[in-house]
C-alpha cells in the first residue's frame, strides 16, 4: 500500500496535523522559554514550571477547579444515572418523549443562556456567589451528559437479566445494585469523567455563578491573557495538555487491552465442545 | 379428555386419578394488556412430576402464562395456586418456582460459579452448604471444568446449561423454561432435549416448558397444552395429541396433515359413513364426534397412515382416492408424495422406503390409489 503516499497524500496529512496541532506545539516549546517575552526564543529554561509552582493564585485556582470538578461530576453521575435508568426503566406513560427531550436539551442550550439564567435564580433566591453555586451549576449541565450516556447503554440491556436476578430471591433494590449498576458501570464510569472534563473545562458558566473566592483556573488563565500572555500561562497549560493527553492514551490502552482479552475468550470458547 | 376412552397404556398418569391433587392449578386465569387478551380463560391443571408444553404459534399467550407462574406479571382475573396456596401478589422473589429464560439471563460479570451461586445468597445459604450445591449442579450439568469461567468466555450450549444449573440449584417446586433450546443448533438441540428429561427425571422437579417447536414439545412432554390465541385448545399426552387432536387447528399445527371435507350420510353403531366429493369415494371412519346425518365434518388424514398403490384395491368398499402424482420428494429413509387428486385437492402421503430396489417404482404423472382403514382417519367436527 505504500505506493499510494504520493507527495499529495503526505502533504495532505502534514498539513492536516500542522492545522490542528502547530498551536498547541508553539504553546509547549514557548513554554520552555528563557525569555520573559512570549514570541522570542531566548534558550531553554524550565523556570517558568518553578515559577508557576510559586504562583499561590495560579495555585488557588487550579485547586477550586478541581474540587469544583470532582462534586459537581459525582453528584451529576448520581443523578444524571437515575434519571437515565428510569427514563428507560419506565418504558410508557404520558409525556415520556417530552421528559427524554428536556434531559437533552441543555447538551444544545447556548452557554451564556446556562449561565445567566442560573445567575438570575440564584440572585433570586439569594444565594451568595462562590464555592456552591458554581458546583451546582456545573451539576446542572454535566447532569444530562451523564443521563444520555446510561440512557444509550440502559438501551441494549437485557431486562430479563434483572428478572433472573428477581426471580432467584433478589429484591428489586438489591437487584439494582448487585446486577444492573456493575453492568452499566462503565457507562457510569464514562460519565463521570466527561462531566469532569466538561467541569475543567467551563469558562462561559462559571464566569456568570461564580463569586469571590472561587476563581477557577480557565478564568484565572483567561484574566490573567487580558494583561498580556506571560511563560507562566505556558506553562500551566503545557501541563493541562500533558494530563489530559496522558488521561486519553491510559483509557486507549485499557480498552485496547480489554479487547483482546475479549477476543481471546470468544475464541476459546469456540474451541470447546 | 379427549384420549381417556382410548387404550392408550401409561405407566404414570395422575392426570387421570381423580385422588391425586394437582401440583399447580390455574383457575379461570385471564391477562389484558389493554384491549389485547393475551391470555383468555385458562384452566389447568398440572402435576408433580410432570414435563408440562405450553405449545403454540408465537403470540398465543404461552410465554404471558409462563410469566404468570414465574411473578413478572398479575393475572386480570382468576387464581393461580401453588400446592393449593394462591401466589396472587407474590412476588417472583419470594415464589418456590425458578426460571431459565429464553435469552439465559446469565450475569456478565460473574463467573459461571457465582451465578450458580447467587440465588442461594439471596436465600443467606451457609457458605460451605453453597460451595456444596454449587459443586453438586456443576456435576449435574457436566461443568465443572468450566467453574471460573465468564459467561463470555463459554460456548452457546455451555451457557444454556449455566442457565439450567443456575435455575435449579435452589430446588424449586416448579421450573419453568421459555424456549430453553431456541438458541442451540438443531444437532445440539436433540442432544439437549435428552439430557433435560433426564434431569428432570433424576431431580422430580415440575418443569413448565414454553415452545412454539412441536418436535421438542413431542419429544420431552408428559403432557402438551396446545394454545391458540391466549386459549387452550387441548390438553393431552404427545400420542393423544397426535393420534387424537380435537380440532383441525390441533390437527394441523402437531405434524402433517391431509383435511378432506365430508358430509355424514349414515350413522352406524360404531363407524359413520361420510360422502366426500373431494375424495371421490365414500369414507368409512370410525365413530368420533357427535355428528347427525348430513353434517358437514372433516377426516383428517396424517401422510404416514396412507398407503400409496399403483393397482386399484379389489374390495370396493375400502377407503380410496385416486389421483395422479404430482410431486415426489425422496428423502432417503422416506419418499414424500404429492397426489393431486381426480377433484383438484393435493394430497400427501409418505411411504417408508423398506427395500433398496423397488420392482416398478412409482413415478411422475402415474395413477395411483390411496387406500386407509376406517381408524386411521380422524373425524374432526370443527
Not at chain 1, 437515565?84 to 409525556?95: A, I, K, N
Not at chain 2, 460479570?109 to 452448604?129: C, R, T, W, Y
Not at chain 2, 459443586?135 to 471460573?148: M, P
Request: charged share 20%; proline share 5%.
Amino acid at each position: 500500500m505504500n505506493k499510494g503516499l504520493s507527495w499529495f497524500t503526505w502533504s495532505a496529512l502534514i498539513f492536516g496535523f500542522s492545522f490542528l496541532y502547530l498551536p498547541i506545539i508553539l504553546l509547549v516549546l514557548f513554554s520552555f522559554n528563557e525569555s520573559k517575552l512570549v514570541t522570542v526564543w531566548g534558550g531553554f529554561s524550565t523556570k517558568w514550571y518553578a515559577e508557576l509552582f510559586n504562583n499561590q493564585g495560579l495555585l488557588n485556582a487550579a485547586w477550586v477547579t478541581l474540587k469544583v470538578a470532582f462534586v459537581s461530576s459525582s453528584v451529576a453521575t448520581l443523578l444524571g444515572t437515575i434519571s437515565g435508568v428510569m427514563l428507560t426503566r419506565f418504558s410508557s406513560f404520558r409525556g415520556r418523549t417530552l421528559f427524554t427531550g428536556m434531559i437533552y436539551a441543555p447538551l444544545v442550550m447556548p452557554e451564556v443562556i446556562t449561565g445567566l439564567s442560573l445567575l438570575l435564580m440564584f440572585v433570586a433566591v439569594s444565594l451568595d456567589r462562590g464555592f456552591l453555586t458554581v458546583t451546582i451549576a456545573h451539576i446542572t449541565f454535566s447532569m444530562c451528559y451523564v443521563a444520555v450516556v446510561v440512557q444509550s447503554r440502559m438501551a441494549t440491556f437485557d431486562h430479563s437479566i434483572e428478572e433472573a436476578a428477581m426471580d432467584l430471591g433478589c429484591t428489586p433494590g438489591k437487584t439494582f445494585f448487585a446486577v444492573t449498576l456493575p453492568i452499566i458501570l462503565p457507562a457510569v464510569v464514562s460519565g463521570w469523567l466527561l462531566s469532569f472534563t466538561l467541569s475543567l473545562d467551563d469558562l462561559v458558566i462559571a464566569s456568570f455563578t461564580t463569586g469571590p473566592g472561587a476563581t477557577t483556573l480557565p478564568m484565572k488563565i483567561y484574566s490573567q491573557v487580558r494583561l498580556g500572555v506571560t511563560p507562566e500561562i505556558n506553562a500551566v497549560s503545557t501541563i493541562l495538555v500533558g494530563l489530559v493527553a496522558t488521561g486519553v492514551l491510559i483509557a486507549t490502552i485499557i480498552s485496547r487491552r480489554n479487547d483482546a482479552a475479549r477476543l481471546r475468550d470468544e475464541r476459546l470458547a469456540a474451541v470447546d465442545p | 379428555m379427549a384420549g381417556s376412552g382410548h387404550e392408550v397404556r401409561k405407566k404414570w398418569d395422575p392426570w387421570n386419578d381423580p385422588q391425586e391433587k394437582p401440583h399447580v392449578q390455574l383457575l379461570s386465569v385471564s391477562k389484558r394488556f389493554g384491549d389485547f387478551t393475551a391470555v383468555d380463560n385458562i384452566a389447568l391443571d398440572i402435576y408433580k412430576g410432570e414435563f408440562f408444553s405450553l405449545l403454540g404459534p408465537s403470540g398465543c399467550g404461552k410465554t404471558t402464562l409462563l410469566r404468570m407462574l414465574a411473578g413478572f406479571e398479575q393475572p386480570s382475573q382468576g387464581q393461580i395456586l401453588l400446592e393449593g396456596s394462591d401466589m396472587a401478589g407474590v412476588p417472583p422473589y419470594r415464589r418456590p418456582v425458578n426460571m431459565m429464560f429464553q435469552s439465559y439471563a446469565l450475569f456478565p460479570h460473574m463467573s459461571v460459579e457465582s451465578n450458580i451461586a447467587f440465588g442461594l445468597k439471596q436465600d443467606k445459604a451457609p457458605k460451605g452448604e453453597i460451595a456444596q450445591r454449587v459443586e453438586e449442579v456443576l456435576d449435574l450439568v457436566q461443568l465443572s471444568s468450566f467453574a471460573k469461567r465468564k459467561p463470555h468466555q463459554l460456548s452457546g450450549g455451555q451457557r444454556q446449561r449455566v442457565a439450567l444449573a443456575r435455575a435449579l440449584v435452589k430446588k424449586p417446586k416448579m421450573l419453568l423454561l421459555d424456549e430453553p433450546l431456541g438458541a442451540l443448533d438443531k444437532k445440539l438441540r436433540e442432544q439437549t432435549q435428552f439430557e433435560l428429561m433426564n434431569i428432570q427425571e433424576q431431580l422430580g422437579i415440575t418443569f413448565v416448558i414454553v415452545t412454539h417447536d412441536q418436535e421438542e414439545a413431542m419429544t420431552v412432554s408428559t403432557r402438551i397444552a396446545v394454545m391458540d390465541h391466549g386459549r387452550i385448545v387441548q390438553v393431552a399426552t404427545p400420542t393423544e395429541i397426535y393420534e387424537y387432536p380435537n380440532s383441525r387447528y390441533v390437527a394441523g399445527f402437531i405434524g402433517d396433515v391431509n383435511i378432506i371435507e365430508g358430509r355424514v350420510s349414515e350413522v352406524g353403531e360404531s363407524h359413520l359413513n361420510i360422502v366426500s366429493e373431494q375424495s371421490g369415494c365414500g369414507i368409512r371412519a370410525r365413530h368420533a364426534v357427535d355428528a347427525p346425518v348430513g353434517a358437514t365434518v372433516w377426516i383428517a388424514l396424517r401422510p404416514e397412515k396412507l398407503v400409496i398403490s399403483v393397482d386399484a384395491p379389489a374390495d370396493t368398499t375400502t377407503n380410496c382416492m385416486a389421483g395422479e402424482v404430482w410431486d415426489i420428494g425422496y428423502l432417503g429413509n422416506l419418499s414424500i408424495y404429492h397426489i393431486k387428486l381426480d377433484s383438484g385437492i393435493m394430497v400427501t402421503t409418505a411411504q417408508t422406503n423398506r427395500t433398496r430396489d423397488v420392482e416398478r417404482p412409482i413415478t411422475w404423472e402415474d395413477r395411483v390409489y390411496l387406500t386407509w382403514t376406517p381408524d386411521a382417519g380422524i373425524v374432526l367436527g370443527q
